[in-house]
């Protein structure tokens, strides 16, 4: 059975270690921030100026004034700070950041992202990802296999407008968890009850399979 979104947040939660900075990209990324695993601790960061970010609010407890950088109203942890956006770019530029997860239209094997516009619709902008892919190394994007018409989204080659070249280190979709190495997808794990088969029939790219391939424990 594939995951649904908060299925893909869980399993990305799962990569987080203690005492890490951790930004959270707009989409399924901001839900990772609901199912930290217990015994560590991570502080997740918004380029808006936020360190400390928390969970989303419960219904009735929203604070407007209180928002990441998709303009969701989030919580702020004991100890969280508040800061102007150079200073937190100034945090991302500086690779103080040891992990970032960002959502995507396509990847492309060779690590290449796009994830910000379609042509021919209207966007808002970039907003901080091109920072972000420019300076972190260990980037983790959450997405779905493939798109509403069932095409993958895992490519040979991105054909959307690139926001990062060569910067992905490992995908989280609904099908599977695959590490990129090599100018190449390898296959890590595969959701509970998703056949091999499935994912080299959504994948696209070039896809390195080992002979054993583990479920996802989520």
């Known amino acids: 059975m594939a995951l649904d979104k908060i299925g893909i947040a869980k399993r990305i939660a799962q990569e987080l270690k203690d005492g890490w900075y951790v930004n ?3 989409g399924i990324p901001t ?12 502080e997740f960061q918004s380029e808006n100026g936020l360190l400390g970010m928390g969970p989303f609010p419960f219904e009735g407890e929203e604070d407007a004034d209180l928002i990441n950088a998709g303009k969701q109203t989030v919580t702020i942890m004991d100890g969280g700070v508040i800061f102007d956006s150079a200073t937190s770019f100034a945090m991302i530029r500086g690779q103080h950041v040891q992990l ?24 808002k902008g970039m907003g901080g990802a091109m920072d972000l892919v420019a300076s972190a190394e260990n980037i983790i994007v959450a997405m779905m296999h493939t798109n509403k018409r069932g095409e993958s989204k895992l490519l040979s080659k991105c054909s959307l ?4 070249v060569g910067c992905v280190t490992r995908v989280v979709t609904n099908l599977a968890v695959l590490e990129i190495k090599d100018n ?5 794990e595969r959701a509970p009850g998703v056949s091999v088969e499935e994912i080299k029939a959504a994948t696209e790219g070039e896809l390195v399979v080992p002979n054993d391939v583990p479920e996802m424990k989520i």
Request: aromatic share 6%; net charge negative; hydrophobic share 50%.
């Open 100 to 123: 970032t997860v960002l959502g995507a239209m396509e990847v492309a094997q060779n690590g290449d992202i796009a994830n910000w516009k379609i042509p021919g619709r209207m966007v």
């Open 161 to 164: 407008p690139l926001t990062g």
């Open 184 to 188: 190449q997808f390898h296959l890590i």
């Open 24 to 26: 959270l990209g707009i």
């Open 31 to 42: 839900l990772v921030a609901n199912y930290i695993p217990e015994g560590i601790e991570v």
